[in-house]
């Protein structure tokens, strides 16, 4: 690991890049703007197929598009809404550091422990070969467990504060899988802002 400064976190690994920075947010201003996504978004509950068993997905979500473009995911297809300007502000410091631009926002609410996200990458078509994926935490500290698909030694876990943000680059989506997992801890809510390219 490469530390940059005490805000910003790189992380070299074998076919990926991540920036990790723990306070992209001070305290004061991440929980405002969790209050304010929290009561502003009209969250989905959408059915979930997995190995021919149909059930409600884990987790709350929406969807934040400049375009009507759809995305689709795990079988569920989603319609975007138009940025909210708390959104649009939160987006445009994410697409500063970052020096990348973004189109699309992907929220989940994880209302407790009992919400997750399951080993997966983010390798739809609509984001291209190699998307840039910022992800933004509010709420409760949750740990990002990620691993290489082919080099078992190369398992890894982060702990993604409340106001942090994390960026993966290069080709981590293509060789890595990563996972919000279940825990039987009785935690509070934790909203994750994903903010990514459609092509």
Do not use: C
Request: no cysteine.
């Amino acid at each position: 690991m490469d530390l940059f400064s005490q805000e910003k976190q790189h992380f070299k690994l074998p076919n990926a890049e991540l920036i990790y920075v723990p306070e992209f947010f001070l305290r004061a201003e991440a929980n405002s703007y969790f209050k304010i996504i929290e009561t502003e978004t009209n969250w989905q509950h959408d059915d979930i197929t997995v190995f021919g068993k149909t059930y409600k997905q884990p987790r709350l979500t929406a969807l934040f598009g400049e375009s009507n473009q759809l995305y689709s995911y795990s079988n569920i297809v989603m319609h975007p809404k138009p940025f909210t300007q708390t959104l649009r502000t939160i987006k445009d410091k994410v697409e500063d550091l970052s020096e990348y631009k973004f189109n699309t926002l992907l929220i989940n609410l994880y209302r407790d422990g009992n919400d997750s996200n399951g080993w997966h990458a983010d390798n739809e078509k609509e984001l291209g070969e190699n998307p840039i994926i910022g992800s933004l935490s509010f709420g409760e500290a949750r740990p990002f467990h990620f691993k290489h698909r082919t080099l078992k030694h190369e398992r890894h876990k982060l702990i993604l504060e409340h106001g942090s943000l994390l960026l993966m680059k290069g080709e981590m989506q293509h060789f890595w899988l990563h996972q919000i997992a279940k825990t039987k801890k009785q935690i509070k809510p934790r909203i994750n802002l994903t903010f990514r390219k459609l092509i």
